[in-house]
């Protein structure tokens, strides 16, 4: 039996020999936990729900978090973990060995019971074998199924067999007021749902075309009465640029004006996203924010959101799917121009239908767009 009171099954504890766990048996929980997750900015967003899931089981126990230095705001923006330690960004190998053999050792001082490594690298092992944690788990990094369904099954391997993701992260509530303010200052009436389309894929063939997301958001203002969100980095201000341009007066564009901890907030506000694979819609997905995921040369079934508040447009069924090159053999990238704006305001329209027997999100009721 598991501190939760379930029967552990061997199989659900060890699946490859490649990855070390050693589950919590006792009869009461764990005290003192450490997670880490140190990159990208998507990838931490998917512990996340996770992480208030185990939270609400174990309120009193200490919970911190182990990232690196992007992605510190992430985690840092929640009223969720007592610390947020941060591994600096170092270059060398020799460097990177050097700072987890002092973060492993200065660790074990605060003498963690348990470790989830949802990382599992060298450098993380390093660090997770110096601080001595008696139970501990790590995360399956090259299983084709998604990146959620394996961050759930760390969680599981290291006793917690109960547990489900939680989408209503506890974002500070200061953060969440200042995202609001800064809307109402750029033209949001406070009432009108708020959509995000983001054309914010790594490569052309990751990204949906330009004139489909503008043909979608012009459908979402005319037929939905929709305030358009456009957020990110000024890698994609050119293409912002060019959406707002499209529907003046019923975009909020604000790429390149939002710290990773505001876009977060903002997000928070969202009544749904369209967006290409990327850090943001993974953000938004995992806090329970209706989803419409656009992969083109990416591995969909090592990264599409899960839940029933997602939709997923994928390139698997083609013989050229998943490719993951930057430049499209047949020079179309027909694995994304083949979705229409009509398909995409259809999916998303069916998603938030209010004849959904299934809740949209667990975390509040938005308006609908």
């Known amino acids: 039996m598991n501190f939760l009171g379930e029967r552990v099954s061997p199989d659900r504890l060890v699946r490859t020999e490649d990855i070390s766990n050693n589950p919590w048996m006792g009869d009461n929980p764990p005290e003192r936990i450490l997670v880490i997750r140190l990159h ?19 309120p009193d126990a200490r919970i911190d978090f182990l990232t690196c230095e992007a992605s510190r705001d992430l985690p840092g923006a929640l009223q969720l973990f ?4 941060v591994l600096p960004d170092i270059r060398t190998r020799w460097g990177r060995a050097a700072a987890a053999m002092r973060w492993g050792t200065s660790l074990a001082k605060l003498r963690y019971e348990m470790v989830i490594d949802l990382q599992r690298n060298w450098v993380t092992r390093i660090i997770r074998r110096l601080s001595i944690p008696p139970f501990w788990a790590e995360f399956d990094r090259f299983s084709s199924t998604p990146a959620g369904e394996r961050a759930l099954e760390t969680f599981i391997s290291a006793g917690f067999l109960g547990i489900r993701p939680d989408y209503d992260l506890p974002v500070k509530e200061s953060l ?33 075309p330009l004139e489909q997301y503008a043909d979608l958001a012009t459908m979402l203002v005319n037929r939905k009465q929709a305030s358009i969100v456009l957020m990110g980095d000024e890698r994609i201000a050119e293409s912002g640029r060019r959406l707002a341009g499209s529907i003046p007066g019923h975009v909020i564009n604000l790429i390149g004006q939002t710290s990773l901890a505001e876009a977060f907030a903002t ?56 490719c993951m090159s930057p430049e499209c053999r047949y020079g179309d990238v027909h694995c994304l121009t083949r ?28 308006s609908p767009p």
Request: proline share 5%.
């Open 82 to 85: 007592d610390t947020v330690h």
């Open 40 to 58: 990208a900015i998507g990838d931490v967003a998917i512990t996340l729900p996770l992480c208030t899931a185990i939270r609400k089981m174990l």
């Open 267 to 322: 997000v928070q506000l969202l009544s749904a996203i369209v967006s290409d694979d990327s850090g943001l819609m993974h953000m938004a997905w995992n806090s329970g924010v209706p989803t419409i995921a656009l992969f083109g040369s990416s591995r969909h079934d090592w990264s599409a959101p899960l839940g029933v508040h997602t939709r997923t447009f994928h390139s698997g069924d083609l013989e050229c799917g998943a």
């Open 176 to 208: 969440v007021a200042s995202a609001r303010g800064r809307l109402l200052s750029l033209g949001w009436d406070g009432i009108a749902p708020l959509v995000c389309v983001n054309p914010a894929g790594l490569w052309k063939t990751r990204n949906w």
């Open 339 to 366: 979705y229409t704006a009509e398909s995409m305001f259809q999916a998303l329209h069916d998603l938030l239908s209010p004849s959904e027997t299934t809740p949209v999100s667990e975390r509040d009721q938005r």
